[in-house]
């Protein structure tokens, strides 16, 4: 397959579920808990996945929620998107935030979020005493007027 990422894994739970791309070509692989959760309206939770991982240097793994919770249930990541840098060895775990109005239910094995590879880029800041002016100028939020 086109632009594999070999991502060394260890579980550190035995319930733990290695993360898998739903489909052929998915952007995107799922990341399941080791244990069941209610969330109650409002609340946020950090669950286990049992699963720590290897980022590759130069790469980052993004956790992000998953659209049909978010739709189906009010649920999304807190710190959208969650980042894990290529130093971090701990176990991955998802902070999850119920935004409806209702108790949800999370069962061991359930789908909370996705796990996205992605590039990384360092920027490197020069400091300089004018910047390019842009169409937008200053404008900020809300300045488009619309």
């Known amino acids: 397959m086109l632009n594999d990422l070999k991502i060394l894994f260890k579980k550190s739970h035995p319930d ?11 952007a995107a692989c799922s990341l399941r808990v ?3 959760y209610i969330i109650r309206p409002g609340q946020r939770l950090l669950m286990r996945t049992g ?5 590759p240097y130069g790469f980052e793994a993004q956790v992000r929620p998953r659209s049909g919770n978010a ?7 807190l710190n959208s998107p969650g980042t894990i840098d290529a130093g971090y ?14 108790p949800v ?11 996205k590879f992605s590039p990384v880029y360092t920027g490197h800041f020069v400091e300089t005493d004018e910047l390019p002016e842009s169409e937008r ?10």
């Open 71 to 77: 739709w189906k249930k009010g649920l999304t990541v």
């Open 51 to 55: 699963l720590r991982i290897v980022v």
């Open 105 to 115: 239910s999370i069962e061991k094995g359930d789908a909370v979020a996705q796990l």
């Open 89 to 102: 060895r701990d176990e991955v775990k998802v902070i999850l935030v119920n935004l409806s109005e209702h």
């Open 16 to 26: 733990a579920k290695v993360p898998v791309y739903e489909r052929e070509g998915d």
């Open 34 to 36: 080791i244990e069941d």
């Open 137 to 146: 100028g200053l404008g900020g939020l809300g300045s488009t007027g619309r």
